[in-house]
Nanobody
């Protein structure tokens, strides 16, 4: 069974940074496509960042240059480094792979 557990969310002021973690079990992240999604109140869930098994990455246009997805194979974990955060980044962030979702972690960007 695939299990994904996110952590690292919180509240931050505009311009601040957060690092989200996704601890995976039941899959090997180095051999699997992993992604971060987010969902803001009243909006559809959207893909934020993707990392493929061979290490290629892709990002939502609005986060390019600010967010970085990475993995640490020894810990079987995926990360999302978020810099220069904006209020529009406020959402619940979810780790995703193979039709499996984590529980989500709240990110709030406000003054």
């Amino acid at each position: 069974q695939v299990q994904l557990v996110e952590s690292g969310g919180g509240s931050v002021q505009p311009g601040g940074s957060l690092r989200l973690s996704c601890a995976a079990s039941g899959i090997i992240v180095s051999a699997t496509l992993m992604a971060w999604y987010r969902q803001a109140p009243g909006k559809l869930r959207e893909s934020v960042a993707i990392i493929t098994a061979d290490g290629r990455t892709n990002y939502l246009d609005s986060v390019k240059g600010r967010f970085t997805i990475s993995r640490e194979n020894a810990k079987n974990a995926v990360y999302l480094q978020m810099n220069s955060l904006k209020p529009e980044d406020t959402a619940v962030y979810y780790c995703y792979t193979q039709s499996s979702w984590g529980q989500g972690t709240q990110v709030t960007v406000s003054s």
